[in-house]
């Protein structure tokens, strides 16, 4: 494992990341929050402020809607909108600027985690390297539309990177893994896909303490909220309309192309099972292999990818897994190995450039090869396949930690913190 530097950065490199992550910052904030249409303004956060607001005036959590011209519905679970009673003590305006500033705090989070191998390798000058790697995942596709909705997925990712990273962040010495997971699952149900790759790793330990975590949420939520809860369990739950046009060009799950450009009826169901079948395999496969060589960034990046591509609607800004999936690309040392730093370089580009929507303008404007714009307006999932296979590649290229193998293969590593993460306890963050 890397030799670590621990030499104490001085004040004036920490204000100068917090200068670079601002100024990566500064174009998507601008943009979404200051020359943004008012009626378009935060509309997800408004959605979950809503459903505070629902608790508060004893309003049905899943009839209400927000206001026209969106009219969107809380479509979360319902301890999800126990959350959000915070956000309804505070007026609208505050609360997406304050949402925006906490997803910017979380994105450099997610970088100072997933690229601490990376960073490091910095000694004092670390601020500024992270600094450097968090400014341009601002302008990535899945990033800049979580700014622009008010989105939850900063906060669902760090959540997960927190808990499977391994050495483990101090801040949670005190924390089982599993919990963070659990909790992420009891707001969204996405990252129970975690849980599954857990079971398949017989990591019997982590996967009951994500399941009870959840479930303990949920019991609280019903005894808090019986009848939003039985009305989300018991129908909204299998609603998918709730969730917006499952053909619309932002859903870039393997379903939402398939919908598009693919087969109708029986066979296009039946199409759709044999690919996630496959992508599944490919996926849990190599976060298993990333696992037992020690690599949980690699890990993380893997199955986070699996929640977008397998379930059945994955929104553009559900992709903001593609941070931690670059960082886990790039490596330790990409001046060493140069094809990983252009490996990641091709990632970084291809969700910056927001391609579906090139895709939308090349359709609406008949310019031929209509093809063309049918490949561009899915480019988000095919870039996530090439991200995940990208990462498999990556991850051959990383010397196999022998110790974190043998600690991981006797099932050691879910139950107590071993030799490896003592070892490495000084990289945690």
């Not at 402020?49 to 319902?78: K, N």
Request: proline share 7%; aromatic share 10%; net charge positive.
């Amino acid at each position: 494992m890397t030799a670590v530097r621990t030499t104490r950065a001085p004040a004036w490199q920490w204000a100068g990341c917090a200068a670079l992550v601002l100024l990566g910052a500064v174009i998507p904030v601008l943009r979404f929050l200051v020359f943004w249409p008012m009626d378009q303004w935060q509309v997800d956060v408004e959605v979950y402020r809503q459903a505070g607001v629902s608790i508060l005036i004893g309003r049905p959590i899943y009839d209400a809607m927000t206001e026209a011209p969106q009219l969107l519905p809380f479509t979360y679970p319902p301890f999800a909108a126990l959350l959000a009673i915070p956000l309804a003590l505070l007026p609208f305006g505050l609360v997406g600027w304050l949402w925006t500033a906490l997803q910017i705090a979380a994105t450099t989070a997610i970088v100072w985690y997933a690229g601490y191998r990376l960073i490091h390798r910095g000694g004092s000058a670390q601020p500024l390297v992270l600094g450097l790697l968090a400014a341009p995942m601002f302008w990535l596709h899945p990033v800049g539309d979580g700014i622009r909705f008010g989105q939850v997925n900063a906060f669902i990712v760090l959540a997960a990177l927190m808990d499977l990273r391994r050495p483990r962040p101090r801040v949670l010495s005190g924390v089982a893994p599993g919990v963070l997971v659990g909790l992420a699952m009891a707001i969204k149900l996405t990252p129970g896909v975690f849980v599954v790759h857990y079971v398949i790793n017989r990591r019997w330990r982590e996967a009951g303490t994500a399941i009870a975590t959840a479930a303990i949420a949920w019991l609280a939520a019903f005894v808090a909220i019986p009848s939003a809860s039985l009305a989300f369990w018991g129908g909204a739950l299998q609603d998918p309309a709730r969730l917006g046009p499952n053909m619309g060009t932002s859903n870039q799950s393997i379903r939402g192309v398939l919908m598009r450009v693919g087969p109708s009826g029986g066979a296009g169901v039946a199409l759709w099972l044999v690919l996630i079948a496959l992508v599944g395999w490919f996926g849990f496969r190599l976060a298993r292999r990333a696992w037992l060589r020690g690599d949980t960034v690699t890990e993380v990046a893997a199955v986070g990818l699996l929640a977008c591509l397998l379930s059945p609607v994955a929104w553009i800004h559900h992709f903001h897994w593609i941070v931690v999936a670059i960082l886990a690309i790039l490596g330790a040392d990409p001046l060493r190995d140069r094809r990983r730093l252009v490996a990641a370089l091709v990632i970084t580009v291809w969700f910056v450039c927001r391609l579906p929507w090139w895709g939308i303008s090349w359709i609406a404007h008949d310019w031929p090869p209509i093809l063309v714009g049918r490949i561009l307006q899915n480019a988000d999932l095919a870039g996530a396949l090439l991200a995940l296979w990208l990462l498999a590649w990556a991850s051959a290229r990383e010397p196999r930690d022998a110790e974190a193998d043998a600690v991981a293969r006797a099932g050691e590593r879910s139950a107590a913190p071993g030799k490896v993460e003592r070892r490495a306890a000084s990289e945690a963050g």
